[in-house]
C-alpha cells in the first residue's frame, strides 16, 4: 500500500472512530469570527462587517466533519519500543481491552458534509438579509460497547451481550434559507431565518433494540427494530403478507442479471428505477426549518447573545418504507435430519428467513433535524481584541449533548482576524481550534478547524476532525462605506 | 501600507504557513504498523437433531416398512402378494344347442293338413347338456353380459310361428319366450334373432349328478298353404348362448389347483460390506395374510420354504406337520360381496424359523398354492367381483439382541493448510455433545483422523474412552422406560488439531450394542429416539500483515 493512501487510510479511520465529545460538533470557533460572513449562520441576528457579499459556489462554505463520542487517538494507537512505531489496538502487541474500555455503553459515530451552492448577503438599512442554498449530508452510526465486545473477542469473554442502540441513520437534503437581521442603534440585534427544506434520502432508526444471550448450548436473540427509509428510486419487494421479500430483494439487486459489457453492467440491477425529477429535486419531501436568535450589547465592551438553530422537520412521503422486525429466537444449532438431500448451509438459512421477516409498510413519516442552542457572552479587550465563552447544546431524540468554548480573537487590522479557541466536550478538555479569516480587496478567505492545534500539539488526544472553509467575494467593507462593526474601543 | 501593517502580515502568514506546512511527525506514515489481529473466541451449538428409532430403521432399510401395533412395538414387514380372480377360477363356456324341429320321414300331401288357412300345432321339449369347464355344478348363473343367437331356417311351403320358452331361463323378470314368424312359404325362409342376456339368469337342472341340463320348449304353430310337405323339407333351428359373462355363480363351482406364487424370494436390504457383529432375532415370522371374496373355501399351502444368507447358503424352513394346508374361509351367503379376512401366522411356535434368525440372512424363498373347495363339493358362490388377495409378509419384530455391531466409513477429509486457512489460525477447539439416549442400544463412536495411505494418525477419543451414549433403562420385557442424559466436553490437544490439518481421510466408526452388553432381548418401540446436541467452542488467530 503506498505510503500516502495508508497515511490517508489511517487518519480517515482515525477521524471516524474518534470524538471527544458527546455531541456533534459544528464549529463553536467562528461564531464569533465577525470577519467571516457566514458567521451568520451560527446566529441570524449577526450582521456581517461589509455591505454584502457573494459566497464562490460549493465552498462558501464547505464543512466537513467527522466525530466520535469515545474514542481518542490514544486509545486506538500505541508507541510500540519494539517496532519503533505506533500500532493499533488490533496488533498483536496491541491492547484490544484498552480500547473497549475506552467505548462508552453507546457509541456514537457521526459525519457530515455540506456544501453551500450559494450564498449571498446584503445590507439595506438597518436589515441585512441572506440568502443561501445547501447541499447537507449527515450520518451517523451508532453501537453499544458490546457490540465492539463481540466483533472483537466473540464471546469468550461475556455471555450477554446488549446491541441496542446499533443504528445508522442517514440524512440528505437541500437546504433554501432567507435570513434577516435587524439592527437596533448598534447594541441590539435580532435576526431569524426560514429554511425550506427538501429531502433527498432519509434512513431513521427509531428504536433498535438487540439483546443476545450466548453459550454453547444455545443463542437466544431478542429484538424489535423499527426503521423509516426513504429510499429514492429503490422500488423493493414487499409480498402479499407485507413482509420485505428477501428472496426476490437478492435477485432484484443482483448485477448477474443484467448485461455485462467487459465485466461492467451496462444499466441498474431491478431494484433501482429511476422515476422524473421531482426525486432530485426534493419536492416530494417537503419540510422546514427556523432559526432565531439576538446580539445584545448590555455595556460598553460587553457582548451577550444566543441563538436557536434548526427547529424543523422534514416530512417524508417519497419512496418511504417503514421497517419493523422483532425477534425472540433461540438457536439451538441446525437441525439434523436423515434426509438424504440435508444441507446445513440452507438449513440454517431457512431458519434464520423465518425469525428475520421484516415486516414492511409504506406510510410517510416525519423526521425531526437537530436543534442547537448557542449561548455566550464576549469581552472586548481592546479594538482588536475579544475574549468569548460560548455555550452550546444540541438536541437529538431527547437527549442534550453540550460543548463550552472559550475564545480569543485577534483582529490586528480589518483584513486580517484569527481565533484561538478552547473547548470542553463531554469528558474531552485537550481541544485547541484555530480560525483564521483574510481579506484583501473583495476577497476574503476562511478556514476554521476545532482540533489542528490538538493534533500538532497533542496527537494522542486528538478525537475528532473538522473544518469549514469558504471564498467569498465582499464589498463595502470599507469602513468608510461599509457598516461598521462595534467599535471595540472608541 | 505601512511597515508595521506589512510585518504584521508577514509574521502570521508566516506563522500560518508554518503551521500548515508542519505536519508533526507522528503522522507521517512510516511510523505506523498495521499489522491486525483478530483473535476471537466462540462458542455456539452446530447441530441438534432428535432422531426417532423410525427415522433411523427406515433409513437403515428401505425395502420393507416399518409398522406398529396398538403399543407402539416396532416391525418391519417386507411382503409379496398374488391375487386370484373370479375368471381364473371358473368360466362359462358357450353353449351351442341344435334342435332339428321338424322333419317328416315321407312325403305328406297338401290335402291332408285340411283346409288352406287351418293350422296345425306342434310341440318339442328338449333338455340340453349345459357344458362345464370341470366338475362343476352351478345352480343358478345370473348374467351380465352374452346374448342367445337363434338361427332358423325352413323349407317347407308353408307360413307359420315359432315360440321358443324356458321355464329355467328369466329374461328381465320375466320368463323367456321368443316368438319368431316363418313369414314365406317360398321354402327358402331363413332368419337369425339375437337375444341379449345382460340381466337374465339361468337355472340349471342338477338332477343328475354328473352334468347339467337347460330345458327349451319349442313350440310351432304350421299355417297350411295346401302345398305339400316333402320328406326332404325341415324347419331348422340352431340355438347358440355366446359370449358369455356372469354377474354371479351359484352352486358347486368346483375344484381349483394352482400354484400361484413359485419361488418367490423376499430380499432384505445388504447391510454393509464391512458390517461386524451379530444380531438375533427373537421372534421372526412369517405372516400370511389372505382377502376372500369368493364364495368358496381354500386351502393354502406354503411350500419351498428357504432361508438365504449372505454367503449365498440356505436353510429350508420346516413347517410342523398340520401346518398346510392352511384352510381359508369363505363369506357364507349372507357375507355376499364381502372379503373374509384370514391371518396365520408361521413363526418359532408352528416352525424352525426363529433358529435361521441371524445378522447374514439376507431372504426368504417360499412358494404358495391355492386349492378351492378343498374339502369337497360344497354349495358356493362366486361374483365377477370375487377374489383371493393372497400376501405373504415376512415380518421382523424389533425384539432381538446385538452385540458388537460395529459399522465403519471412510470420508475424504481435507482442511489443508491453505493460504487463507491454516493450522496456525486455530489456538484451540472442543466440542460438546449432549445425548439423551431412549434407545434400548449403548452406542460407541470413535472418528479416526487417517493419511492417503488410510494410516490412522490420531483419533478424537481415546481407546479407554469412546464416546459412549448409555442406554436408556429397560423394564424386564425389554421396553425403555427412562432415558439416559449424558453430557460431555471434548476439548483437542494440540497435536490433535495439529493431525487434523494433515489427515486427508476421516473414519468414522460406530459400536452398538443391546442392553447389557447384548446379552437380552430388547423391544423397540415407536418411543424410542436419540437426542443430540453438538456445540463446539473455538478459538482463531488470523493476522492480516497491511504493511506488505
Redesign the interface.
Known amino acids: ?1 503506498p ?2 493512501i ?2 490517508i487510510t ?2 480517515c479511520f482515525l477521524a471516524i472512530m474518534s470524538w471527544t465529545g458527546v455531541s456533534a460538533q459544528y464549529s463553536n470557533t467562528y461564531y464569533y469570527m465577525y470577519m467571516v460572513p457566514q458567521a451568520n449562520q451560527l446566529n441570524p441576528a449577526f450582521q456581517p462587517d461589509c455591505k454584502s457579499y457573494v459566497g464562490l459556489p460549493v465552498v462558501s462554505p464547505l464543512r466537513f466533519e467527522v466525530e466520535s463520542n469515545s474514542l481518542r487517538y490514544k486509545d486506538i ?1 500505541t508507541w ?1 519500543d519494539n ?1 519503533g ?4 489496538f ?3 502487541d ?1 491492547d484490544k481491552q484498552k480500547f473497549l474500555n475506552a467505548l462508552e455503553p453507546v457509541n456514537v459515530v457521526r459525519a457530515g458534509l455540506a456544501s453551500t451552492l450559494i450564498s449571498v448577503g446584503w445590507r439595506e438599512e438597518e436589515f441585512f438579509f441572506t440568502l443561501d442554498f445547501s447541499e447537507r449530508i449527515d450520518e451517523s452510526m451508532s453501537f453499544s460497547q458490546d457490540f465492539a465486545e463481540f ?7 461475556q455471555e450477554r451481550f446488549n446491541f441496542s442502540d446499533l443504528a445508522n441513520n442517514i440524512n440528505y437534503y437541500h437546504e433554501l434559507a432567507l435570513g434577516v437581521s435587524y439592527n437596533f442603534d448598534d447594541e441590539f440585534q435580532l435576526g431569524a431565518r426560514a429554511k425550506l427544506l427538501l429531502g433527498i434520502g432519509n434512513v431513521s432508526v427509531r428504536q433498535s433494540d438487540i439483546n443476545m444471550k ?6 437466544h436473540i431478542k429484538s424489535d427494530i423499527f426503521v423509516d427509509a426513504s429510499l429514492p428510486y429503490v422500488d423493493l419487494p414487499i409480498d402479499e403478507d407485507g413482509y420485505l421479500d428477501i428472496d426476490s430483494l437478492r435477485s432484484l439487486g443482483d448485477l448477474d442479471q443484467m448485461d455485462l459489457i467487459f465485466g461492467i453492467p451496462t444499466g441498474l440491477p431491478d431494484l433501482i428505477s429511476p422515476t422524473g425529477l421531482s426525486t432530485v429535486f426534493g419536492i416530494k419531501n417537503p419540510g422546514f426549518a427556523l432559526d432565531f436568535g439576538f446580539n445584545y450589547r448590555p455595556v460598553e465592551k460587553v457582548i451577550v447573545s444566543a441563538s436557536v438553530l434548526d427547529l424543523g422537520f422534514i416530512r417524508w412521503r417519497n419512496s418511504v418504507y417503514n421497517f419493523h422486525q422483532k425477534m425472540d429466537y433461540t ?8 434426509e438424504d438431500d440435508w444441507d ?1 448451509g440452507e438449513g440454517l438459512l431457512d431458519s434464520l428467513e423465518s425469525v428475520t421477516k421484516i415486516k414492511t409498510t409504506q406510510n410517510a413519516y416525519t423526521s425531526f433535524l437537530s436543534g442547537r442552542v448557542y449561548l455566550g457572552g464576549a469581552y472586548e479587550l481592546t479594538e482588536k481584541v475579544r475574549f468569548a465563552g460560548l455555550f452550546r447544546t444540541r438536541i437529538q431524540n431527547y437527549k442534550f449533548y453540550n460543548q463550552f468554548t472559550i475564545s480569543a480573537n485577534y483582529q ?2 480589518n483584513m ?1 482576524s ?1 481565533t484561538l479557541s478552547y473547548s470542553i466536550y463531554g469528558s474531552s478538555f485537550m481541544n485547541l481550534g ?1 480560525g ?1 479569516s483574510v481579506r484583501g480587496g473583495p476577497f476574503n478567505f476562511y478556514f476554521i478547524t476545532d482540533q ?1 492545534p490538538t ?2 500539539f497533542w ?1 494522542q488526544e486528538f478525537s475528532s476532525l473538522n473544518f469549514r472553509l469558504g471564498f467569498n467575494l465582499v464589498f463595502g467593507c470599507d469602513p468608510s462605506g461599509g457598516k461598521k462593526d462595534r467599535p471595540l474601543i472608541d | 501600507m505601512s511597515l508595521i501593517r506589512f510585518l504584521s502580515y508577514a509574521v502570521i502568514l508566516s506563522l500560518v504557513l508554518a503551521f500548515v506546512s508542519c505536519v508533526n511527525d507522528e503522522w507521517m506514515a512510516d511510523k505506523y504498523d498495521f499489522t491486525v489481529r483478530w483473535e476471537p473466541g466462540y462458542e455456539g451449538p452446530l447441530v441438534f437433531g432428535d432422531l426417532s428409532i423410525e427415522d433411523m430403521l427406515t433409513k437403515f432399510d428401505t425395502t420393507g416398512y416399518l409398522t406398529e401395533d396398538s403399543t407402539g412395538f416396532l416391525y418391519f414387514v417386507f411382503d409379496t402378494s398374488e391375487t386370484v380372480y373370479a375368471q381364473d377360477y371358473i368360466d362359462i363356456p358357450n353353449q351351442d344347442f341344435i334342435q332339428v324341429f321338424f322333419q317328416s320321414e315321407v312325403d305328406i300331401p297338401g290335402s291332408t293338413l285340411g283346409n288352406i288357412g287351418d293350422t296345425i300345432k306342434f310341440i318339442q321339449i328338449k333338455s340340453f347338456e349345459f357344458e362345464r369347464t370341470g366338475d362343476e355344478q352351478l345352480d343358478s348363473v345370473y348374467m351380465k353380459g352374452g346374448e342367445i343367437v337363434i338361427y332358423v331356417t325352413s323349407t317347407i311351403k308353408h307360413t307359420g310361428i315359432l315360440t321358443i320358452y324356458s321355464d329355467q331361463i328369466e329374461l328381465n323378470g320375466r320368463q323367456y319366450r321368443q316368438t319368431i314368424e316363418i313369414s314365406d312359404p317360398s321354402g327358402n325362409f331363413t332368419t337369425t334373432v339375437t337375444v341379449p342376456l345382460a340381466g337374465s339368469s339361468l337355472y340349471l337342472d342338477n338332477s343328475n349328478p354328473d352334468t347339467s341340463f337347460l330345458e327349451m320348449i319349442f313350440e310351432f304353430e304350421l299355417i297350411n298353404s295346401g302345398a305339400d310337405i316333402l320328406a326332404s323339407e325341415i324347419v331348422h333351428i340352431t340355438k347358440a348362448f355366446q359370449n358369455l359373462e356372469y354377474q354371479a355363480v351359484f352352486g358347486y363351482v368346483g375344484v381349483y389347483d394352482s400354484l400361484i406364487i413359485d419361488k418367490e424370494v423376499i430380499e432384505f436390504s445388504a447391510l454393509p460390506e464391512d458390517f461386524k457383529g451379530r444380531i438375533q432375532l427373537a421372534d421372526p415370522q412369517l405372516h400370511l395374510r389372505v382377502g376372500n371374496s369368493f364364495g368358496v373355501p381354500f386351502g393354502i399351502d406354503l411350500l419351498d420354504l428357504e432361508a438365504r444368507f449372505k454367503d449365498g447358503s440356505s436353510t429350508p424352513i420346516t413347517l410342523d406337520a398340520g401346518v398346510n394346508p392352511i384352510i381359508i374361509d369363505a363369506p357364507d351367503f349372507s357375507q355376499v360381496g364381502q372379503s373374509v379376512l384370514s391371518h396365520t401366522a408361521i413363526d418359532r411356535s408352528n416352525s424352525n424359523i426363529n433358529e435361521i434368525a441371524s445378522t447374514d440372512l439376507t431372504g426368504l424363498q417360499f412358494s404358495v398354492n391355492a386349492l378351492g373347495n378343498p374339502t369337497g363339493a360344497s354349495e358356493n358362490f362366486i361374483l365377477d367381483t370375487s377374489k383371493l388377495d393372497v400376501k405373504i409378509e415376512v415380518v421382523i419384530p424389533m425384539h432381538l439382541r446385538a452385540e458388537g455391531l460395529e459399522m465403519a466409513d471412510t470420508f475424504d477429509f481435507e482442511i489443508g493448510d491453505g493460504e487463507d486457512f491454516s493450522r496456525e489460525n486455530i489456538k484451540s477447539f472442543s466440542f460438546q455433545l449432549e445425548t439423551e439416549n431412549g434407545l434400548p442400544l449403548d452406542i460407541s463412536t470413535q472418528v479416526y483422523f487417517m493419511d492417503s495411505s488410510d494410516e490412522k494418525l490420531d483419533s478424537l477419543f481415546n481407546e479407554q474412552n469412546w464416546n459412549i451414549l448409555p442406554s436408556g433403562v429397560i423394564d424386564n420385557d425389554g421396553k425403555v422406560i427412562m432415558t439416559t442424559y449424558n453430557k460431555v466436553l471434548i476439548p483437542l490437544t494440540e497435536s490433535q488439531i495439529d493431525n487434523v490439518f494433515i489427515a486427508e481421510k476421516i473414519m468414522m466408526k460406530i459400536l452398538v450394542e443391546t442392553t447389557d452388553e447384548g446379552n437380552r432381548d430388547i423391544k423397540f418401540y415407536s418411543s424410542n429416539f436419540l437426542g443430540f446436541k453438538l456445540g463446539a467452542k473455538a478459538e482463531v488467530s488470523i493476522t492480516t500483515d497491511e504493511n506488505n
Not at chain 1, 438457536?331 to 436423515?338: H, P, Q, R, W
Request: hydrophobic fraction near 45%; aromatic fraction near 16%; charged fraction near 20%.
Open positions: 500500500m505510503e500516502r495508508r497515511f489511517a487518519v494507537f510500540d517496532t512505531k505506533f500500532i493499533t488490533m496488533h498483536p496491541g466483533m472483537i473477542n466473540g464471546n469468550k469473554n450466548t453459550s454453547i448450548d444455545e443463542w438457536f439451538e444449532g441446525v437441525e439434523f435430519t436423515l446445513p490586528p487590522f486580517l484569527g484555530l483564521l489542528a493534533v500538532y496527537p
